[in-house]
């Protein structure tokens, strides 16, 4: 199993771009989350799926939009970047949204310019 | 004002001894709380999860202990390897609440 695998690893990108980050988890989890972590602060929640056909915003949501594509995948759209969402993402996943174990994925570092 | 507060904000210590980390929250009312282990450059990786009726937690050489009437944890490491060095975050989270809210985190280095 290679449990939550995030694309790409790394990306730079020119304000006003856009572009989608990918996860995919071979857990057969129901809740998926995509998180921002930002130097100094605790990961900050984004949007998550508790299952799938569901999303819902968490703390950080404005210009951010998500798709949970099928069971396995969770993806998360910049429309328009903007230097403010230089950050790291983090996706993740849980099997039910409860005390289960919660499973990160590498992360990917992403950089607006 | 964030729900999770975390000291020390950075700790270092030697190889072989023990630490203790400390875990404040505010996040009402209560559902579980967990630590996680956070390697440079990785996703967290989760070391312990404890629900109101527990008061503590093992793994390993991690012991993790709540007491929900103060609303304090701490995630004590006994006897520290240099693999240790990472950063250690506590997460809360509020019933019936879809949301978990992360400390900052600690940061420990462990030296030889």
């Known amino acids: 199993n290679a449990g939550v695998t995030q694309t790409p690893k790394f990306q730079v990108l020119k304000t006003g771009q856009s572009m989608t980050l990918q996860c995919a988890q071979d857990?057969?989890?129901?809740?998926m989350y995509w998180y921002r972590q930002d130097p100094g602060m605790g990961l900050r929640l984004i949007y998550y799926s508790a299952s799938e056909g569901t999303t819902d915003k968490g703390e950080v949501p404005n210009g951010y939009n998500v798709s949970r594509l099928n069971k396995r995948e969770f993806s998360l759209r910049l429309e328009s970047a903007a230097p403010s969402q230089t950050s790291v993402y983090f996706c993740?996943?849980?099997?039910?949204?409860?005390?289960?174990?919660?499973?990160f994925g590498p992360g990917t570092r992403l950089t607006v310019l | 004002k964030n729900q999770v507060e975390q000291s020390p904000q950075s700790l270092i210590i030697l190889e072989g001894k023990n630490c203790t980390l400390q875990?404040?929250?505010?996040?009402?009312?209560?559902?579980?709380l967990r630590w996680y282990k956070q390697d440079t450059g990785r996703g967290p990786v989760s070391l312990t999860i404890m629900t109101f009726s527990e008061n503590t937690k093992s793994n390993g050489r991690y012991t993790a202990t709540l007491d929900a009437d103060t609303k304090q944890s701490s995630l004590h490491i006994t006897a520290s390897q240099l693999s240790d060095s990472a950063s250690y975050i506590c997460?809360?989270?509020?019933?019936?609440?879809?949301?978990?809210?992360f400390g900052a985190g600690t940061r420990l280095t462990v030296k030889p």
């Open positions: 997460v809360v989270s509020a019933y019936n609440n879809n949301d978990m809210r």
């Open positions: 993740a996943s849980t099997a039910s949204h409860s005390t289960d174990t919660q499973y």
């Open positions: 857990m057969n989890h129901n809740s």
């Open positions: 875990c404040n929250y505010t996040v009402s009312p209560f559902s579980n």
